[in-house]
C-alpha cells in the first residue's frame, strides 16, 4: 500500500466547482480503482481501469469522470453534476485485471464541497 | 441485486476475547471474498482473503471460513487486543467486474 499516493489529504471547494483527485502508484499495476465511503457505508465503486487508455464505469459513476493516460496514474474528476460530493474518496490498484485480486489501496481525500 | 451483508454493524468485546464477524453474498459466481480493516481516518488494509476452492484459511490470530452453498463467509479474530479495534469489511468479488463491499463492522476491544 505504500506506493500508492493521494493529493491532496483534505479538499474543500464551492459548489459548482469542479475538482480533480490526484492518484499515483507505483507498484506497476495494471488496474485501478476509484470508490467513495460515506459514514456507515461500506465502498462504492466509482470508476475502474484495467489497462492504460480503457476505463469502465462503476456503480456510482453519475457526475464522475477519469483518465487512465499512464499506467501510474488515475485521476478522478469530481464535476458540478455530482450531488452530494462530500465524500471521502479512496484509490485503489491491483497487481492484475479483474477483480478476484487483492486490491491495495491509497490514504484517500477528504472532499467537502459548501 | 449484487450485494453483500455484514453481521453486525457494531461488536463490542473484552479483550482476550474472540470476535467473529460475519457477511452473506447473492452471486454464486463469486470466487473471492477478502477482508479489509480500517482504522480511522486512514486507509483500508488486506488483512486475508481466501477464494472459493479453499474452506478456511488462517493467519496468526485471524482465521475466515467459507461456506460456498450457504454463500456466506466469517472472519474469526482470537485473543483479542485493543489494536483490533477498527472498522472491517467484507467484500466479495461478482460478476460483471466488481468487488462489493460490506457496510462494514465496527469492532471495539475493551481492555
Known amino acids: 500500500d505504500g506506493g500508492i499516493t493521494q493529493s491532496p489529504k483534505y479538499l474543500f471547494r464551492k459548489e459548482g466547482q469542479n475538482v480533480t483527485l490526484s492518484c499515483e502508484q507505483n507498484?506497476?499495476?495494471?488496474?485501478m480503482y476509484w470508490y467513495r465511503q460515506d459514514p456507515g457505508q461500506g465502498l462504492r465503486l466509482i470508476y475502474y481501469s484495467q489497462i492504460v487508455n480503457d476505463f469502465q464505469k462503476g456503480d456510482i459513476a453519475e457526475g464522475y469522470s477519469v483518465s487512465r493516460e499512464k499506467k501510474e496514474s488515475f485521476p478522478l474528476t469530481v464535476t458540478s453534476a455530482q450531488k452530494n460530493p462530500t465524500a471521502f474518496y479512496l484509490c485503489a490498484s491491483s497487481p492484475r485485471q479483474g477483480f478476484s485480486y487483492e486490491q491495495y489501496f491509497g490514504p484517500g481525500t477528504r472532499l467537502t464541497v459548501t | 441485486g449484487e450485494n453483500v451483508e455484514q453481521h453486525p454493524s457494531t461488536l463490542s468485546v473484552q479483550e482476550g476475547d474472540s470476535a467473529v464477524i460475519k457477511c452473506t453474498y447473492s452471486?454464486?459466481?463469486?470466487?473471492?471474498f477478502p477482508w479489509y480493516k480500517q482504522e480511522l481516518g486512514k486507509r483500508p488494509q488486506l488483512i486475508i482473503d481466501i477464494r472459493s476452492n479453499v474452506g478456511e484459511k488462517k493467519d496468526q490470530r485471524i482465521a475466515v471460513t467459507l461456506n460456498k452453498t450457504a454463500k456466506h463467509f466469517s472472519l474469526h479474530i482470537t485473543e483479542t487486543q485493543p489494536e483490533d479495534s477498527a472498522v472491517y469489511f467484507c467484500a466479495a468479488s461478482m460478476r460483471g467486474n466488481k468487488l462489493v463491499f460490506g457496510a462494514g463492522t465496527i469492532l471495539r476491544v475493551k481492555s
Open positions: 507498484l506497476n499495476h495494471d488496474a
Open positions: 452471486d454464486s459466481a463469486s470466487n473471492y
